[in-house]
């Protein structure tokens, strides 16, 4: 099953690995529960304009690196 | 994390035994009319409990155990709630014998009315908890 959603594209993942962060680290750095950040990883969830700009800047990247439209 | 846990499972449980019990008239408690008020009573007591627990932990706690995603799934329950309390009132009302109409009609009404919607809000809140640990997946 793809980890992508339909509306979203994500490569959250792929860079939180080499960034050493576990799911709790990053979430923790952004304030939301590690369910969110799995629940986006995973497709199931489109995170909201400000979310996705603390997690771009928690990994140190462009929001547009994170995620991308199909 | 617990406590809110153990709040939702229990006002949902009491929510569905009481609804399951009035709409199909399977009484294990006898003269369960004489208990309607433990439902809303635990429901309201529950909400009132993690309202109060809202407001005193910490911002950044209630932050990230009411962020963005559990807002969402809240009110995506809510309307599905709406959406099922609202058929299952039109389906009650159409069963009517409306050329017969009594008082014990009425009485029976009004408890299958309040059996749907303990019945509709039990199962979701039991619903919300079991999609939270299904997310609780280890990474």
Same mark, same amino acid.
């Given at each position: 099953?793809?980890?992508?959603?339909?509306?979203?594209?994500?490569?959250?993942?792929?860079?939180?690995?080499? *960034?050493?962060?576990?799911?709790?680290? !990053?979430?923790?750095? $952004? #304030?939301?529960?590690?369910?969110?950040?799995?629940?986006?990883?995973n497709g199931v969830y489109v995170?909201?304009?400000?979310? *996705?700009?603390?997690?771009?800047?928690? !990994?140190?990247?462009? $929001? #547009?690196?994170?995620?991308?439209?199909? | 994390?617990?406590?809110?846990?153990?709040?939702?499972?229990?006002?949902?449980?009491?929510?569905?035994?009481?609804?399951?019990?009035?709409?199909?008239?399977?009484?294990?408690?006898?003269?369960?009319?004489?208990?309607?008020?433990?439902?809303?009573?635990?429901?309201?007591?529950?909400?009132?409990?993690?309202?109060?627990?809202?407001?005193?932990?910490?911002?950044?706690?209630?932050?990230?155990?009411?962020?963005?995603?559990?807002?969402?799934?809240?009110?995506?329950?809510?309307?599905?709630?709406?959406?099922?309390?609202?058929?299952?009132?039109?389906?009650?009302?159409?069963?009517?014998?409306?050329?017969?109409?009594?008082?014990?009609?009425?009485?029976?009404?009004?408890?299958?009315?309040?059996?749907?919607?303990?019945?509709?809000f039990g199962l979701l809140l039991?619903?919300?908890?079991?999609?939270?640990?299904?997310?609780?997946?280890?990474?």
């Amino acid at each position: 099953m793809s980890s992508d959603h339909e509306k979203l594209i994500n490569h959250l993942r792929a860079f939180r690995k080499p *960034a050493n962060l576990t799911q709790q680290q !990053l979430s923790e750095q $952004v #304030e939301v529960s590690r369910k969110s950040i799995n629940a986006i990883e995973n497709g199931v969830y489109v995170p909201s304009t400000v979310l *996705a700009l603390k997690i771009a800047r928690a !990994l140190n990247c462009k $929001v #547009e690196d994170l995620f991308q439209l199909p | 994390m617990f406590i809110r846990n153990t709040l939702l499972v229990l006002c949902g449980a009491i929510n569905v035994f009481f609804g399951i019990q009035l709409i199909t008239n399977w009484h294990l408690i006898d003269g369960i009319e004489q208990y309607m008020w433990v439902p809303g009573t635990v429901t309201l007591i529950g909400a009132g409990v993690l309202s109060l627990m809202y407001h005193i932990m910490s911002r950044k706690q209630a932050r990230v155990l009411y962020d963005e995603l559990v807002v969402q799934r809240l009110y995506k329950l809510g309307a599905y709630g709406y959406g099922i309390t609202g058929i299952g009132v039109f389906v009650l009302f159409s069963l009517q014998d409306w050329e017969n109409w009594s008082f014990q009609a009425a009485n029976m009404l009004l408890l299958n009315l309040s059996g749907v919607m303990f019945l509709t809000f039990g199962l979701l809140l039991l619903g919300f908890l079991v999609s939270d640990m299904e997310q609780s997946d280890v990474e």
